[in-house]
């Protein structure tokens, strides 16, 4: 159905959604609410109850904030930046391919690199761990303005709350979701801009009565209302093992070519009938409506929502699903640690000053000094009589009260979310790097779950890009793969074409000097992917050249062996270059590659064009002694020549191969008289 096309039975479709969407609502008003009230809370600093804030504002007293739970977020948080989750593919069928298979991790690299797939997954882990969800959207874009090829993209969710989900899901990363609403108000003017097709015309009219909250006075609401159906449809089987949508394969132009043409044939039972059968599949319908229209409808590629949650801490009770986020449970500690602060410094700074006390006319004598002794320092102050004035004792015992409170407090946040001062990069009683990396991983041990439902959240994108990836990358073009170091390589798809060397970004040739040749069809065979979290690749990169030089010293004789390696590690520029250097004196026992010296190449390379020379020869007579046969010579006599040079021919190639054998002779006992060099 073609996008901008509206659908029949409007009425009941709106009626439909809008109870589908009041269900939604409903379900998660507890967890929105939690949303709201914890990124207020961490995010916004909002940390003193209204009503206390109110009353200490009134009268001029402070309402001071130590906030102590943005720098836990930013922990978790900056975690999960620094171990970003990967996604890698691998086939599952017959029909799948390992090569096919690297070409489309490298696609979906390059479908993270160009739509700033880190921002929308920073965002999401963000908005779990301050709120309580995010989500990560995936979309189809043009890949260029003059274009007609789609490319997939990640796109990012700033607005968690504009999102509703089925509230009859289970799935722990969204798979199993049947309906979602993405809302957005545009006032009225902009919906008339956005929206010049829209039949609705009097915002007064009846068709918004039953609208209620879709219009009011900020503007309208517009949604997109995504629905997953269950479909029944049938499939047959080739006589290859494939696998096709009966209906499609009548559908589809070149299927319907190749089966008629006998390229593709349906396979039949012991009985001689069609292998068919039917089985279910899922249909997704994205639809633009607002409460009293539908705008659009389209039939989206996949069969999944591509709308993925990232939870926070969640919990069931009695069969509703509870998120909360990370700080939830620290905030009547943090709160706590805010007003004793407040009050300590209130104590000890907005304290009145302590008087002097004496007997009647002691200050008489000096007055003007005594009136001020309080706030300005003298020299001296006199006094009369026998007895001096004495000062009135501090009474610091509330204050110091109230900064073991605070204290207290610090104290409850640090237990509340599991993370010590040593994982916030504060000094401890440890000593040694074991006892204080120890510390650091009680903290990530505690919060890790934030950063496992990330993943779980990013293998489920994964599985909607692969999902649509047959549907999207259709035909012979050329896209963008890029590889775990970040280098980038031009991959031709779905058609024949040289198959690229990643390490070099050269052509593959094999032993006799021939391109070759290899055919990454994306739309056919069955991928599956895991999804593995550590540190970046220059981060990996570094730790393994560190552990290396921790081998070789410990182990120096391992030097020749892995010198190439640990030098392609480092961050040298030019280190690529050098390790190639280092990996030509290997011994080729080690690096697997039997090296031809060069007198043996040229004595190879000169019989073959020899061979070459003498095909052409013997092709050029034939063809000269067919045209000429009945003038210059008999049947026998061509069939003497032909044998004379075909031996001609076995003859070069035996001296050639001789030849070969003499070097690969010579070529053993200098290596066996030659001492191995060392790195």
């Not at 700033?158 to 899901?169: Q, V």
């Not at 609401?221 to 479909?231: D, P, S």
């Not at 069969?319 to 009050?343: C, E, H």
């Not at 010590?420 to 204080?436: H, K, P, V």
């Amino acid at each position: 159905m073609a996008e901008d096309e509206k659908p029949r039975d409007q009425d009941a479709l709106l009626a439909e959604a809008r109870e589908m969407f009041g269900r939604c609502e409903e379900y998660e008003s507890d967890n929105r609410q939690a949303f709201k009230d914890d990124m207020l809370f961490v995010r916004a600093r909002e940390q003193w109850p209204e009503a206390i804030r109110k009353q200490r504002e009134s009268e001029d007293r402070p309402c001071l904030t130590i906030d102590r739970l943005g720098p836990v977020v930013r922990q978790v948080v900056n975690d999960a930046r620094q171990n970003k989750p990967a996604i890698k593919v691998h086939p599952v069928d017959d029909f799948g391919d390992k090569e096919t298979a690297q070409v489309i991790n490298g696609l979906i690299r390059n479908i993270e690199y160009t739509s700033n797939a880190d921002t929308a997954y920073d965002t999401a882990v963000e908005c779990a761990a301050s709120g309580n969800i995010g989500y990560i959207r995936v979309g189809l874009d043009y890949a260029y303005d003059d274009s007609f090829d789609l490319d997939i993209k990640i796109d990012r969710v700033a607005n968690p709350l504009s999102i509703y989900g089925d509230p009859n899901s289970t799935a722990a990363d969204s798979s199993d979701w049947n309906v979602a609403f993405v809302v957005d108000r545009v006032p009225k003017d902009q919906f008339k801009a956005r929206y010049p097709k829209a039949s609705i015309t009097d915002w007064d009219s009846d068709a918004w009565q039953d609208a209620g909250e879709w219009l009011n006075s900020d503007g309208v609401l517009v949604a997109e209302w995504w629905v997953r159906e269950e479909v029944e449809k049938t499939i047959v089987k080739t006589t290859d093992g494939r696998t096709f949508d009966e209906a499609k394969l009548s559908e589809d132009e070149d299927l319907a070519l190749a089966l008629e043409a006998g390229l593709i044939q349906i396979a039949t039972d012991a009985l001689g009938q069609p292998l068919r059968r039917v089985t279910k599949a899922h249909r997704v319908i994205q639809r633009i409506m607002t409460g009293a229209e539908i705008l659009s409808e389209r039939i989206w590629p996949g069969k999944y929502i591509p709308i993925i949650p990232v939870y926070g801490d969640e919990f069931w009770i009695e069969g509703k699903r509870y998120l909360r986020s990370l700080i939830n449970g620290a905030k009547d500690a943090q709160m706590m640690l805010n007003f004793w602060r407040t009050s300590g410094t209130e104590l000890v700074a907005l304290a009145p000053r302590v008087p002097f006390i004496g007997r009647k006319g002691a200050f008489d004598h000096d007055q003007e000094r005594w009136e001020t002794a309080n706030t300005q320092s003298h020299a001296y102050l006199e006094y009369e009589g026998d007895l001096p004035p004495q000062r009135q004792p501090l009474d610091s015992g509330i204050a110091a009260g109230s900064m073991q409170e605070a204290l207290n407090a610090s104290d409850d946040i640090k237990a509340i979310t599991g993370i010590y001062d040593a994982s916030l990069g504060a000094r401890s009683n440890e000593t040694s790097g074991r006892a204080i990396i120890a510390r650091q991983r009680e903290g990530d041990i505690s919060t890790f779950h934030f950063i496992d439902n990330l993943a779980r959240a990013i293998r489920h994108t994964g599985r909607v890009i692969i999902d649509l990836i047959p549907h999207v990358y259709t035909g012979p073009r050329v896209v963008r793969v890029i590889g775990e170091d970040g280098s980038q390589t031009p991959q031709a798809i779905n058609q024949q074409a040289e198959r690229i060397d990643p390490a070099t970004g050269e052509p593959e040739r094999d032993e006799m000097g021939q391109v070759v040749m290899a055919l990454h069809d994306l739309t056919a065979g069955k991928y599956d992917l895991v999804v593995t979290t550590g540190p970046s690749y220059s981060t990996m990169r570094a730790e393994q050249a560190d552990q290396m030089m921790q081998l070789i010293q410990s182990y120096p004789d391992a030097a020749p062996l892995i010198g190439d390696i640990l030098v392609k590690s480092l961050d040298w520029q030019g280190s690529d270059e050098i390790a190639e250097r280092i990996k030509k004196m290997l011994p080729p026992q080690v690096s697997g590659e039997q090296s031809v010296p060069p007198e043996v190449q040229q004595a190879i390379q000169q019989g073959m064009e020899r061979i070459q020379q003498l095909e052409q020869e013997n092709e050029k007579l034939k063809a000269d002694k067919s045209a000429d046969m009945a003038k210059i010579q008999s049947d026998e006599q061509i069939e003497l020549e032909k044998i004379a040079s075909n031996e001609r021919i076995e003859a070069a190639k035996i001296a050639s191969q001789e030849s070969i054998a003499r070097q690969r002779v010579l070529r053993e006992a200098t290596m066996r008289n030659t001492p191995q060099t060392a790195v």
